[in-house]
């Protein structure tokens, strides 16, 4: 949805999570595209944790990001 809505174009390179096997494959690009335009960098331990809830600090995180 990020992606799409920022207008980025999917992404080319490897997703570089700990985690990235846990990301659906059908996801790889977008989170390629976004993690590649700095607007999703992932936890401090270097995981992305594809399957947890995303929290209101992190949604306004990647919202303020992706309009600049």
């Known amino acids: 949805m990020v992606m799409r ?4 174009q999917k992404g080319t390179g490897a997703v570089s999570f700990v985690d ?11 989170v390629a595209a976004v993690q590649e335009k700095e607007i ?6 270097g995981s992305f944790k594809p399957q947890n809830l995303v929290t209101r ?5 990647v919202i303020v990001k992706s309009l600049k």
């Open 20 to 30: 990235s096997a846990q990301i659906s494959s059908w996801a790889q690009a977008a």
């Open 40 to 45: 999703i960098a992932g936890y401090y331990d």
């Open 57 to 61: 600090a992190e949604a306004v995180t």
């Open 5 to 8: 809505a920022a207008g980025i």
